[in-house]
């Protein structure tokens, strides 16, 4: 089994992903590409595709539910990176369950994280 993530992809299609400026800055060491970001505010912006009715990041390739994977993942926002997988730390986790249920998924069990994981 490969990691749950690579087959869903819900999340990057089910919130608004904002990011302080600074993370799309590179002269303060940001990562993020600018131009697939929007601004949301004067300290904010935003990953563009995902500050919309039916939010989906620009960043994202693939088809949810199917094979899917972030175009920019070793620069993806902190947000990205801090949204953790149900039970990949030990409990579950309601925006991973809330986004999979968008997209008819039942929420990840804690063998199928653990058997992902152990896959890498
Ligand atoms: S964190 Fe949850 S919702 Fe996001 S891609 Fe992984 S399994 Fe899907
Ligand atoms: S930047 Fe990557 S991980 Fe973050 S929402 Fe977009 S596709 Fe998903």
Redesign the pocket.
């Known amino acids: 089994m490969s990691?749950?993530?690579?087959s869903?992809?819900?999340?990057?299609a089910?919130y608004r992903v904002s990011l302080h400026w600074s993370e799309a800055e590179p002269s303060l060491g940001g990562v993020v590409p600018v131009a697939l970001t929007e601004v949301l505010d004067a300290h904010q912006r935003c990953m563009r595709g995902t500050w919309s009715k039916q939010p989906r990041c620009v960043a994202l390739e693939g088809d949810i539910g199917g094979r899917?994977h972030c175009t920019i993942y070793d620069a993806r926002p902190s947000a990205c990176r801090e949204?953790?997988?149900?039970w990949?730390d030990g409990a579950p986790?309601p925006?991973?369950?809330?986004?999979?249920a968008l997209y008819s998924?039942a929420p990840?069990t804690k063998e199928d994280a653990e058997a992902g994981l152990a896959a890498g």
Request: charged share 20%.
């Open positions: 990691h749950p993530c690579l869903c992809g819900a999340c990057c089910a899917t949204l953790r997988m149900s990949e986790n925006q991973c369950d809330r986004a999979r998924m990840l």
